[in-house]
């Protein structure tokens, strides 16, 4: 989904109906934060929003999501695009997450057999040292291409202000987390909290 350019859609629709952000958002019952929000390309309307907007904007979903208006023939070849998007970002997270926790399965099953085997057979002592080096290499290595999949899969929401975003690789590794919580510094209200986990960037969960 392009939220740039469904953003700049949704307030051309508006401006051209003569409605003020306000105007729009009261219309809908929701802030006028909200509807800022979408304008700058920062969020998508939750599915549960996406026809009233609609109805009040005078299109369909289908262009909503494509950021345009759709001539008749286009319009059954974005229906489809536009869904599959919907549906796959969420796939892909998901897929990515199991793909970590294998990563870390593989790695630390490989990584302990070296230490293991580094401490039980008879071998002379630079083999041994060798062993443990390679050990540490591939747990490290392995935890890194981890963190790597996890942190680019789906986004974090402030417990401030509800803002998802992705954090920075920094902001993520020296964060102190929990399985499904991280605590990060929100882009937007600045203020640290404890983020949770979200399967996509766009709120319609
Ligand atoms: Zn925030």
């Given at each position: 989904m392009d939220q740039i350019k469904i953003g700049k859609f949704i307030a051309e629709?508006?401006?051209?109906?003569?409605l003020t952000q306000r105007e729009l958002a009261d219309l809908l019952a929701i802030s006028d934060k909200t509807v800022s929000k979408w304008e700058r390309g920062s969020g998508l309307p939750e599915v549960s929003l996406m026809l009233p907007l609609c109805k009040e904007l005078g299109i369909t979903v289908n262009e909503l999501l494509s950021g345009k208006r759709l001539e008749a023939f286009e319009y059954?070849?974005?229906?489809?695009?536009?869904i599959m998007k919907l549906i796959n970002e969420k796939e892909e997270t998901k897929r990515k997450i199991i793909l970590a926790v294998i990563v870390v399965f593989i790695t630390l099953l490989a990584g302990i057999s070296l230490l293991l085997v580094s401490e039980l057979a008879e071998l002379p002592d630079d083999w041994r040292i060798a062993l443990v080096v390679i050990a540490l290499v591939v747990?490290?290595?392995?935890?890194?291409?981890?963190?790597?999949?996890e942190m680019t899969s789906g986004a974090f929401e402030c417990a401030k202000c509800g803002e998802r975003f992705i954090p920075t690789a920094g902001a993520y590794i020296m964060g102190m987390h929990t399985i499904t919580r991280r605590y990060l510094k929100c882009p937007k209200c600045g203020k640290k909290s404890w983020c949770i986990r979200r399967m996509s960037i766009t709120p319609d969960e």
């Open positions: 629709l508006r401006k051209e109906r003569g059954q070849q974005n229906a489809e695009a536009n747990i490290f290595g392995g935890c890194g291409v981890a963190a790597t999949l």
